[in-house]
């Protein structure tokens, strides 16, 4: 089970990115099959369940080769609150399908009231920290060129 450094206590409706860490536990593990996932429970009333929500943040990461480590940049909620309303969420780090712990977190104020929006930021393109005897190079994941 995936071992995230820390969650946020709350996520707002756009905003600055954060970044979380972990070390994979599987060697083979690929960073691009991460996600990180926000998950409103749904409640019952008359055998109907009502109001879960399933959310996939923006993620891109940065990984170094030398020591395993993972860093998952993450945007914030998405700049509409129609999307995933406030109130109590649970976060999760998904690794090759394998769920972290969930924490439970606040979308937005918490409050049904009105959101403050902020414009989504975009995210750092994902990259592997390549090791090198002279110098530290980076790769981009997309196109896997050493510069």
Same mark, same amino acid.
């Given at each position: @089970?995936? +071992?995230?450094?820390?969650?946020?206590?709350?996520?707002? &409706?756009?905003?600055?990115?954060?970044? =979380?860490?972990?070390?994979?536990t599987?060697?083979?593990?690929?960073?691009?099959?991460?996600? +990180?996932?926000?998950? @409103? *429970?749904g409640?019952s009333?008359?055998?109907?369940?009502?109001?879960? @929500?399933?959310?996939? =943040?923006a993620?891109? &990461?940065?990984?170094? *080769?030398d020591?395993?480590?993972?860093?998952?940049?993450?945007?914030?909620?998405?700049p509409?609150a129609?999307?995933?309303?406030?109130?109590?969420?649970?976060?999760?780090?998904?690794?090759?399908?394998?769920?972290?712990?969930?924490?439970?977190?606040?979308?937005?104020?918490?409050?049904?009231?009105? *959101?403050?929006?902020?414009?989504?930021t975009v995210?750092?393109?994902?990259?592997?920290? +390549?090791p090198?005897?002279?110098?530290?190079?980076?790769?981009?994941?997309?196109?896997?060129?050493?510069?």
């Open positions: @089970r995936p +071992v995230p450094s820390a969650f946020p206590t709350s996520l707002s &409706y756009g905003g600055d990115a954060w970044n =979380l860490t972990y070390t994979p599987n060697s083979s593990s690929d960073p691009g099959n991460t996600k +990180v996932v926000v998950i @409103r *429970q409640f009333t008359h055998a109907n369940n009502f109001g879960q @929500r399933y959310l996939e =943040l993620t891109s &990461y940065t990984q170094n *080769q020591t395993g480590e993972v860093t998952m940049h993450v945007s914030q909620l998405p509409n129609n999307i995933l309303t406030p109130g109590p969420v649970m976060l999760f780090l998904v690794v090759d399908g394998v769920p972290s712990i969930g924490k439970m977190i606040t979308a937005g104020s918490g409050a049904i009231e009105t *959101q403050p929006i902020s414009a989504a995210l750092p393109a994902s990259s592997v920290i +390549v090198s005897s002279s110098s530290n190079s980076t790769s981009d994941a997309s196109n896997s060129t050493v510069s």
